[in-house]
């Protein structure tokens, strides 16, 4: 089984993972760490050298081979805020793992970022156009979890509440 964690970028894709996926004893993949791993350049790089639609293009093709790569095996998916912008990688993605939207309002997804996080490509003037625009695209997910003022375990515990998932021992 894959489960795919999506939402906005900051709402707790990556570290929710890692815990849910710590909780199960099951494999974490972050697809943009996956994809820094593949090209040897960070996510902005590729974005800064060649662009959105090169990034979302790698993404894309990345996404395809884990997803299909998976097999039989356990599998927690953090995806990009942006990797089920394309039809054909939202269509796999709802069709063949089990899709998390991580809701959380923006207001608190800005104040979680500080000068000395990870840069984000897409944070800046536009940031509430772009959160916007992507909300009917998260929502298509089949599972919503909010994560405003729960940290991550709350979350993870939720998300295995609601998947019927037991924790390992």
């Known amino acids: 089984m894959t489960v795919c964690l999506t939402g906005f970028m900051g709402c707790g894709k990556t570290s929710v993972g890692r815990e849910l996926s710590r909780q199960l004893g099951w494999k974490f993949l972050d697809l943009d760490e996956e994809i ?13 050298d060649d662009g959105e639609p090169a990034f979302r293009e790698i993404e894309a ?5 884990v997803i299909d790569g998976a097999g039989g095996e356990n599998l927690i998916l953090a995806l990009g805020g942006g990797a089920t912008l394309r ?10 793992t089990t899709c998390v939207y991580l809701q959380c309002p923006l207001e608190e997804i800005l104040n979680r970022f500080s000068p000395a996080s990870k840069p984000r490509p897409l944070l800046g003037a ?41 924790a390992s021992q």
């Open 36 to 48: 820094e791993r593949r090209e040897g350049r960070t996510v902005s790089d590729i974005f800064a």
């Open 61 to 65: 093709l990345v996404l395809s081979e």
């Open 87 to 96: 039809d054909d990688s939202r269509r796999k993605v709802l069709e063949k």
């Open 126 to 166: 536009g940031t509430e156009n772009i959160y916007k625009a992507r909300l009917p695209i998260y929502e298509q997910a089949p599972v919503h979890i909010c994560t405003s003022g729960r940290d991550k375990k709350e979350t993870a515990v939720r998300i295995r509440s609601l998947l019927g998932l037991k």
